[in-house]
Structures are given as structure tokens and as C-alpha cells.
């Protein structure tokens, strides 16, 4: 019954902009950390970003924090503004979360704690 559902990837040439959604259902409990993954060419899944549903908190990994930016304008729906992107942020971004967590770094760092995935979208920054 849970869904996520990414949408919004695509191909953008470096310095460009790229917005991602996650659209959500079924998520009943009070408290998620929705966050984004993102999966390089041979590089490991590593968090992104992420947002507390219950106060609005989030935070993003120092490669991103000056260029990302993470929000839910709808209750059911999160959003990733990509801005100056650059080929290494080329991967597949993945929407996720994790029931009963804020939020944290910690959290945003420890994939096995999301219960659930969407599909992913394909993000590929090149000239």
C-alpha cells in the first residue's frame, strides 16, 4: 500500500537545474525521515538529503548543502531543488523513508533504516 514515486530526472548539462518529486501514499505513521539516495556509476548508495515529516528539519551531506535544497510544500510530497549541479552528481536518485526517525545525520547515513523505496529517477549531468 506504501508508494513512492520520484519523478523530474533527466539529462542537464553541468551549472543547470534539475527539480525532483517524491509523491507519497500510504505513509500513516506520524514520523518519517524522507530522504534521497543517490546511486553514482560503481559508486555506492549514499544519502543525499532529507526532511522530518513532523517538524520540517532536514539536512543535506556537505557536498550538496550549498546547491540542494530540500522541502515539502504538500503533505504528501517532497521535493529535491538541484541548483549548479555537476557531473559527479550524475546517478540514480532514489526517494525513501524511514518510519519513527528524524531527520539527522546519522539517519541520512544508515540506508537499512528506510523501510521503503521508490523506483528511482535517473539523473546524468554532462556536457
Known amino acids: 500500500q506504501v508508494q513512492l514515486v520520484e519523478s523530474g530526472g533527466g539529462l542537464v548539462q553541468p551549472g543547470g537545474s534539475q527539480r525532483l518529486a517524491c509523491a507519497t501514499s500510504g505513509l500513516t505513521s506520524k514520523a518519517y525521515s524522507i530522504a534521497w539516495f543517490r546511486q553514482a556509476p560503481g559508486k555506492e548508495r549514499q544519502g543525499v538529503s532529507c526532511i522530518s515529516t513532523e517538524d520540517g528539519s532536514s539536512y543535506s551531506k556537505d557536498s550538496v548543502k550549498d546547491r540542494f535544497t530540500i522541502s515539502r510544500d504538500n503533505p504528501n510530497t517532497i521535493y529535491l531543488q538541484m541548483d549548479n549541479l555537476k557531473p559527479e552528481d550524475t546517478g540514480i536518485y532514489y526517494c525513501?523513508?524511514?518510519?519513527?526517525?528524524?531527520?539527522?545525520?546519522?539517519?541520512?547515513?544508515?540506508?537499512?533504516?528506510?523501510?521503503?523505496w521508490g523506483q528511482g529517477t535517473q539523473v546524468a549531468v554532462s556536457s
Open positions: 525513501a523513508a524511514a518510519e519513527n526517525y528524524y531527520c539527522t545525520a546519522p539517519v541520512l547515513s544508515d540506508a537499512g533504516l528506510y523501510d521503503y
